[in-house]
T-cell receptor, first 113, second 114 residues
Framework: DAGVTQSPTHLIKTRGQQVTLRCSPK?????VSWYQQALGQGPQFIFQYYEEEERQRGNFPDRFSGHQFPNYSSELNVNALLLGDSALYLCASSTGYVQETQYFGPGTRLLVL | RKEVEQDPGPFNVPEGATVAFNCTYSNSASQSFFWYRQDCRKEPKLLMS???SGNEDGRFTAQLNRASQYISLLIRDSKLSDSATYLCVVTLRNFYNQGGKLIFGQGTELSVKP
């Protein structure tokens, strides 16, 4: 049973560029949430997708956008990258209308230079 | 004020010690409560859910006090392999009572020494 997978594992970008991160949920899961974890901090909720719609959003600017596909996989897009966007980006999957037990992927480490 | 606050740590303890982590949350509408464990440069992994009645899983005991908005985790007979960052987590649903937005504390680092 495959767990949550994310790609790429590491990424280096420069300020102003755009990036797309990808996530495949655990088998049987239909909901994907994205989190940003800066060094030394706990993960911060970015947004959650269920039934291909954004259901909840955290306090992140519009530069952060996402998408969920019919196969439940998801993308996180960040435009106009800033140095402060350097972080570990975590995807978590869960199931059902109320999705509280979430399982995390290994994350994508993004470094913005 | 942060939505979820934890002891700043780090905690450095010898093997076999008992260690307690404390956490408070600010939103009384929080619905579910968890402890996650995160090893260095890895993803968070669910350690245990937390219930008002208290729950135990081997050497780990978690407790929730809704009135005080306080969550605790006790680790008995600590092992070297318990060294990790422990994250206190609460969930909030949206206006339509959907979803499980996880709100994390900043984490408390535990280092168990021989």
């Amino acid at each position: 049973d495959a767990g949550v997978t994310q790609s790429p594992t590491h990424l280096i970008k420069t300020r102003g560029q755009q990036v797309t991160l990808r996530c495949s949920p655990k088998s049987g899961h239909d909901t994907v949430s994205w989190y940003q974890q800066a060094l030394g901090q706990g993960p911060q909720f970015i947004f959650q997708y269920y039934e291909e719609e954004e259901r909840q959003r955290g306090n992140f600017p519009d530069r952060f956008s996402g998408h969920q596909f019919p196969n439940y996989s998801s993308e996180l897009n960040v435009n106009a990258l800033l140095l402060g966007d350097s972080a570990l980006y975590l995807c978590a999957s869960s199931t059902g209308y109320v999705q509280e037990t979430q399982y995390f992927g290994p994350g994508t480490r993004l470094l913005v230079l | 004020r942060k939505e979820v606050e934890q002891d700043p740590g780090p905690f450095n303890v010898p093997e076999g010690a008992t260690v307690a982590f404390n956490c408070t949350y600010s939103n009384s509408a929080s619905q579910s409560f968890f402890w996650y464990r995160q090893d260095c440069r890895k993803e968070p992994k669910l350690l245990m859910s937390v219930y008002s009645s208290g729950n135990e899983d081997g050497r780990f005991t978690a407790q929730l006090n809704r009135a005080s908005q306080y969550i605790s985790l006790l680790i008995r007979d600590s092992k070297l392999s318990d060294s990790a960052t422990y994250l206190c987590v609460v969930t909030l649903r949206n206006f339509y009572n959907q979803g499980g937005k996880l709100i994390f504390g900043q984490g408390t680092e535990l280092s168990v020494k021989p």
